[in-house]
T-cell receptor, first 115, second 114 residues
Framework: KAGVTQTPRYLIKTRGQQVTLSCSPI?????VSWYQQTPGQGLQFLFEYFSETQRNKGNFPGRFSGRQFSNSRSEMNVSTLELGDSALYLC??????????????FGNGTRLTVT | KQEVTQIPAALSVPEGENLVLNCSFTDSAIYNLQWFRQDPGKGLTSLLL?????REQTSGRLNASLDKSSGRSTLYIAASQPGDSATYLCAVRYYGGSQGNLIFGKGTKLSVKP
């Protein structure tokens, strides 16, 4: 079974641009969540989608947005990029519905560098 | 504030040693707690998931325990090997607040010397 796939693996953008990251979950997984990882802040929750609906959102500005498609694939978008957005963006999928009983499975991430 | 703390931040041990990694959390109202390992430049690999009703989980040389009353979890690694070198992260899924929000500790970087 294929794991969680994130594309692209690396991205370099300049300040003010926007970027879209993609995540394909494990087949059959309906929940997708996104995280930002930086050396200073560690892993921080961005948002979670289940059945095309955003179920939870972390404390990030509105420049960060996401969506989930009917095949459970998800995208996240960051507009008006800032230097501080440079980070490893991780996507995770799980089987769970509302019970949160299933383990998370992570992709290898997209490394975003903003110059 | 719901937080997760991992101590120590880094640990270096000789090969073959048994070791314990610690994770503490501030609120006992949790769905579950999950341990991950992360290799440099990679995503996270799930090691063990402990539900709030469970006391421990085992997988091979790994054993994770959960004590909600004291807000602590430990990850025990038996007979450590150089291949165990990685950063180990603990994550707690809390009830309430941003329901379903997963809070991560900052990890313990483990180095196992041959």
């Amino acid at each position: 079974k294929a794991g969680v796939t994130q594309t692209p693996r690396y991205l370099i953008k300049t300040r003010g641009q926007q970027v879209t990251l993609s995540c394909s979950p494990i087949s059959g997984h309906r929940s997708v969540s996104w995280y930002q990882q930086t050396p200073g802040q560690g892993l921080q929750f961005l948002f979670e989608y289940f059945s095309e609906t955003q179920r939870n959102k972390g404390n990030f500005p509105g420049r960060f947005s996401g969506r989930q498609f009917s095949n459970s694939r998800s995208e996240m978008n960051v507009s008006t990029l800032e230097l501080g957005d440079s980070a490893l963006y991780l996507c995770a999928s799980s089987l769970e519905g509302s019970s949160y009983n299933s383990p998370l499975h992570f992709g290898n991430g997209t490394r975003l560098t903003v110059t | 504030k719901q937080e997760v703390t991992q101590i120590p931040a880094a640990l270096s041990v000789p090969e073959g040693e048994n070791l314990v990694l610690n994770c503490s959390f501030t609120d006992s109202a949790i769905y579950n707690l999950q341990w991950f390992r992360q290799d440099p430049g990679k995503g996270l690999t799930s090691l063990l998931l402990i539900q709030s009703s469970q006391r421990e989980q085992t997988s091979g040389r790994l054993n994770a325990s959960l004590d909600k009353s004291s807000g602590r979890s430990t990850l025990y690694i038996a007979a450590s090997q150089p291949g165990d070198s990685a950063t180990y992260l603990c994550a707690v899924r809390y009830y309430g607040g941003s329901q379903g929000n997963l809070i991560f500790g900052k990890g313990t970087k483990l180095s196992v010397k041959p």
